[in-house]
């Protein structure tokens, strides 16, 4: 089953915070996060592993709550260059090379 | 620069037709995957290649084949298109091993299926 990715789509003014959240029903060993641009190949953003810490860089950081099987990207003080939809990536197992990804979520930033 | 090519930006083909969907990635990576991206359902993984003629299905392979006869390709074959298979595919490459966590992603190709 795929992760499922909530809010499906989101729309905020630039300046404004983001929370996108991505919900396994299965363990997880890691959390992979990926933005893509309207009409772009999707790119790596960070990757979070069971029992590692908090990620981010810049204004873009993630957690993992394994307990959970849950996964949350944050977005602060958002730019126009954030929009595009998001995509959360589960690795089931150390070693495993195949992801699932979730639905995606879309987020547009205006001025 | 990294990159993965993939034959076409866009395809129009009739059913029953057979299509070959064609991926190059310049990385020498082990790894090689093909998805499909699809409104509301996000990225699904159709095929896996781990290796030169090594393969794993992915989570829809219903429909679908793959080829790998040189590490650097890696093709995507539907023996009898239909409507349903209609879609955005992308192709992804990646190092294997757990220091190599990124995925690198093709621009893509739409496939109309009349």
């Known amino acids: 089953q795929q992760p499922v990715q909530s809010p499906q789509a989101v729309i905020l003014r630039e300046g404004e915070d983001a929370v996108i959240n991505c919900s396994s029903s299965k363990a997880l060993y890691s959390v992979h996060w990926y933005r893509q641009k309207h009409g772009e190949a999707p790119v790596f953003l960070m990757i979070l592993l069971k029992g590692g810490e908090q990620k981010g860089h810049e204004k873009i950081s993630a957690s993992f709550n394994e307990k959970k099987q849950q996964s949350s990207l944050y977005l602060t003080a958002s730019q126009l260059s954030y929009s595009g939809t998001y995509f959360c990536g589960t690795g089931a197992n150390f070693g495993n090379e195949k992801l699932t990804f979730g639905t995606g979520t879309r987020l547009t930033i205006i001025p | 620069d990294v990159k993965v090519t993939q034959s076409s930006r866009y395809l129009v083909k009739r059913t029953g037709e057979k299509v070959f969907l064609e991926c190059v990635q310049d990385m020498d990576h082990e790894n090689m995957f093909w998805y499909r991206q699809d409104p509301g359902l996000g990225l699904r993984l159709i095929y896996f290649s781990y290796d030169v003629k090594m393969k794993e299905k992915g989570d829809i392979p219903e429909g679908y084949s793959v080829s790998r006869e040189k590490k650097e390709r890696f093709s995507l074959i539907l023996e009898s298109a239909s409507t349903n298979q209609t879609s955005m595919y992308l192709c992804?490459?990646?190092?294997?091993?757990?220091?190599?966590?990124?995925?690198?992603f093709g621009p893509g190709t739409r496939l109309t299926v009349l």
């Open positions: 992804a490459s990646k190092q294997p091993g757990p220091l190599y966590n990124e995925q690198f």
